[in-house]
């Protein structure tokens, strides 16, 4: 060991926590006095070797820790006395022994039968804790975990230098540092399996998460002195044993208290009450209730998440998805406390302006952001946040948004609301600084220009539009020192993206990753997603060589070193994680065929590229996913749209599942009976589509805001790019133009992060637009990704906007070029600086360009095929569609 640094007497104990120090208190919770005995023993053992004093200060009615004649000094104190005798005499034995002595103290919470108070145990702590520390003592103390108020453990906690978790989980026992104080390593807070004398960290997030939920914690926000409803009915639930609330749930009392809990907690939204009243069960809601902080709702994302996994567990046909699902770990930050931070900081009257005119500017939002950030929490609020972070360790987390309206029955809000990695590495405060920081960061979310414009467009300006907050353990494994998931993505009960007859809809759809899932939610550049139409899982849209084109690139991981998030090239990963599961991901890609590998050894991974052939050829996914969508679909009533990760157990070869969210989808078009005209007038024709994704008409639409790709990838330099997305905004917001209707069409993928690929432009900017056109010229380097399955296609179902990808070369596809290329441009009538961008984006008035015609677009679903077509007969039209 370093020079300066006592030993615990178990060596891989001192390694995890780089040894003791002269100064230390030791508190270690325990489920059992046997537990404690199994650290003193040999921390007395070492002590006395290296010619320790070691003081026993025995006050315990229970059996003595340490026996007599094994060296040691017992000094016996009776807390009968009272506190302040007590107090003084242990002070008195501090004082005499003086400095360097070792000292083992009985169980602390044993002082409580005597004292009839935790506040007096605290007290005890606080007053002889500081003086140990300056005579450079080392102390050990325990507390019986769960039996002490969540004020007086956090008081011991602030004093101690160190705070240890010892708890037996399946017969094995387990060792989880919570606090070492002026010491870090990047496994020091991390559970331990402690056995034959090791130390092994738990790394895969369902293995912690079984441990830290089986091991059990005090409830963190509970009030037993309130009369409020929050707190009363939650007490009044709390006078019974749980064997007596099991047989007591269906009479009309606790029904009648199950019913008032779920509403403060879920709501009393229609949809969502019908689902919670069938599936949740007064158990599950106290366990929401036990690990929620502050008071309020827990919002829509996490209560859709949870219905997901007990439908999905309470169904007994088939799959036994109790044994499939990952353990689920999350905590709930209530929706309470989002209005508490507003009205302490000032900020209130803000959010209350900003709501009222739905609108704020990028700069603006900036400012607004920044004084978010310098808010504060109450301190009641804060001492539950270090709880929270003391129970996840050096967990990775993420801190997502939860709002009351979200992943609501209509109202996803995928993606406007923030979501906040957390690596979690470091120290208690800088652990505690970075999950703040996401806290307010989610919170100012709430008034950004995306989510102002969506609930505007909505009518949701007025709506009671609180912002909870979901903190899940991210799902995945530590692989040197990255962390990610194996498989994560999107699934869809529904298949709306057909690029062949022979799919079946009704089977679903995944958008499939490797590593976290965030590369299968948002555009990303250059880089794409598996796509997996369920019916037909081995069949792709692209065929041969171009399979490596539209294939994953990078891989979005926690980089636990940096302690942030980061993507990383696949090769990176290839080169230098010795993944367990790669023959599950993985494909060699030579001379332009593709072959799959048969065992775990990739022959040549540097010509690896990202198929997940084998994970859907091989293992039971596929089965797995297609009943996991089929039962939740319905349950609900409504196709759904989930997030999840997967990995393979490595103990049982089984693939293990975790929804991290669900909610339910509503896609326009599916059911409205549209019919492509057969013969459209000659020369009508402006675009012609094979791949529609959904359905719809929308008629006698006057604008087509018409981006030349070509011009667009050679002539148009990153600057020029950036104000052709303000100006599709500013056309976007146009009174006129959204009382007469436009349609967008443009390169490659809008809304994209690389400006190169796409559009820049983010949901306020196109929310007001009929039809969306992705149009893909492959010699100008822009091809869309079908966006099925991320936020931006949400954004597009959620508002009606009918999207349609454009391959104007494909011959199944037409593309009236001398309409768009002789019409003349009517940008300067909207946009004041037009001059400079007309050569790259035009404005066309469809009436004006084609004699008094509009623009009609029809899309079938069922087919796929849409048409876009100049219609002259303006009445007669309106009575058609």
């Not at 393979?648 to 975790?658: G, P, Q, V």
């Amino acid at each position: 060991m370093e020079s300066g640094t006592i030993s615990s007497g178990i060596p891989a104990l001192d390694s995890v926590i780089e040894g003791l120090r002269c100064g230390d208190n030791v508190v270690w919770q325990v489920d059992s006095l046997d537990n404690y005995v199994q650290v003193v023993q040999p921390f007395v053992k070492k002590a006395l070797k290296n010619d320790r004093t070691v003081i026993y200060v025995r006050f315990s009615p229970e059996r003595s820790i340490l026996q007599e004649g094994e060296g040691h000094i017992r000094e016996d104190v009776d807390p009968g006395h009272g506190f302040d005798a007590f107090s003084a005499q242990v002070n008195k034995i501090i004082e005499e022994r003086g400095a360097g002595a070792f000292y083992v103290f009985d169980n602390l919470s044993s002082l409580v039968n005597e004292w009839a108070t935790d506040e007096l145990l605290a007290n005890f702590f606080q007053v002889t804790c500081p003086y140990l520390y300056e005579l450079d003592t080392v102390a050990y103390f325990a507390l019986t975990r769960g039996r002490h108020s969540h004020g007086a453990v956090a008081r011991i906690r602030d004093t101690t230098q160190v705070l240890i978790d010892l708890y037996h989980v399946d017969e094995k026992l387990y060792v989880h540092p919570l606090k070492v104080f002026d010491r870090y390593s990047s496994e020091m807070f991390l559970p331990h399996l402690f056995s034959e004398g090791t130390l092994s960290p738990l790394f895969q997030s369902g293995a912690a998460s079984h441990i830290s939920r089986t091991a059990g914690r005090p409830m963190i926000g509970f009030k037993t002195d309130s009369i409020a409803p929050w707190e009363s009915v939650h007490r009044k639930l709390f006078e019974y044993s749980d064997e007596e609330l099991r047989r007591l749930e269906h009479t009309p009392e606790i029904q009648a208290l199950k019913q008032e809990l779920s509403r403060m907690i879920i709501g009393s939204e229609f949809e969502f009450k019908r689902l919670a009243d069938e599936y949740f069960t007064l158990h599950d809601l106290l366990e929401i209730r036990s690990r929620l902080i502050g008071s309020g709702r827990i919002g829509g994302k996490a209560a859709g998440m949870l219905l997901a996994r007990r439908i999905l567990r309470k169904d007994s046909q088939g799959a036994d998805f109790s044994k499939i699902l990952e353990k689920h770990d999350s905590f709930y930050i209530g929706s309470d406390v989002f209005f508490t931070f507003l009205i302490n900081n000032d900020l209130f009257r803000l959010r209350l302006r900003l709501t009222r005119d739905s609108q704020i500017s990028t700069t603006e939002f900036e400012q607004v952001e920044a004084r978010f950030l310098e808010g504060r929490f109450p301190d009641e609020i804060m001492e539950q946040f270090k709880d929270l972070l003391y129970y996840f360790g050096q967990a990775p987390i993420i801190v997502r948004s939860s709002s009351l309206l979200e992943d609501g029955f209509g109202n996803a809000f995928a993606g406007k609301y923030r979501s906040e990695f957390c690596a979690n590495q470091g120290s208690p405060e800088a652990r505690l600084e970075a999950f703040l920081r996401a806290v307010k960061l989610v919170y100012a979310s709430s008034v950004n220009p995306d989510a102002l414009a969506y609930r505007r467009q909505r009518g949701l300006g007025e709506s009671d539009e609180q912002m909870a907050i979901l903190v899940q353990r991210v799902s995945g494994s530590r692989f040197k020192s990255f962390f990610f998931p194996p498989f994560a993505g999107v699934a869809f009960s529904r298949n709306f993206y057909r690029w062949t007859d022979r799919i079946d809809p009704a089977q679903g759809m995944i958008r499939l990753v490797f590593g976290l899932g965030t590369r299968a939610v948002n555009r990303v550049g250059g880089d794409y997603p598996r796509l997996i139409a369920l019916s037909h899982p081995l069949l792709r849209p692209e065929l041969g060589a171009k399979i490596a084109f539209y294939s994953q690139k990078r891989v979005d991981v926690l980089d636990l070193t940096e302690n942030n998030f980061r993507s990383v090239p696949l090769g990176e990963i290839i080169r230098e994680l010795d993944y367990p599961d790669q023959e599950l991901v993985f494909s060699m890609m030579e001379d332009g065929f593709i072959s799959d590998p048969e065992s775990v050894w990739m022959r040549k991974p540097e010509k690896s590229i990202v198929t997940f052939n084998n994970l859907l050829a091989r293992t039971d996914f596929i089965k797995l996913m297609r009943e996991l969508l089929a039962k939740l679909e319905a349950a609900y009533g409504y196709p759904v749209d989930t997030e999840f990760t997967a990995f393979r157990d490595a103990s049982t070869a089984k693939l293990m599942l975790n929804i991290v969210q669900c909610r339910p989808m509503r896609v326009p078009g599916v059911g409205e009976g549209v019919v492509l005209p057969e013969t459209p007038p000659k020369g009508s024709i402006l675009f012609r589509a094979s791949r529609t994704v959904w359905g719809g008409a929308r008629k006698d639409i006057r604008y087509i805001a018409y981006i030349d790709p070509k011009a667009y990838a050679v002539k148009a330099s990153l600057d020029t790019k950036r104000h052709i997305g303000r100006i599709v905004g500013e056309l976007n917001r146009h009174p006129e133009i959204i009382r007469d209707r436009i349609i967008m069409m443009g390169p490659g993928r809008w809304g994209s992060s690389n400006i190169m690929l796409g559009v820049n432009t983010t949901y306020s900017d196109i929310n007001n637009t009929s039809v969306l056109v992705e149009m893909a010229r492959e010699e100008a380097g822009h091809v869309p990704d079908v966006s099925f399955g991320t936020h931006f296609f949400l954004d597009l179902v959620e508002s009606r906007i009918i999207y349609l990808p454009l391959y104007p070369d494909d011959p199944n596809s037409d593309f009236n070029s001398a309409f768009f290329e002789s019409s003349p441009n009517s940008l300067g009538k909207f946009i004041r600086e037009a001059g400079n961008f007309e050569e790259f984006i035009k404005l066309i008035d469809v009436p004006l360009a084609s004699g008094n015609a509009y623009a009609h677009v029809v899309a079938d679903p069922q087919t796929g095929k849409s048409l876009c077509f100049l219609h002259t007969d303006y009445a007669r039209s309106k009575e058609r569609f």
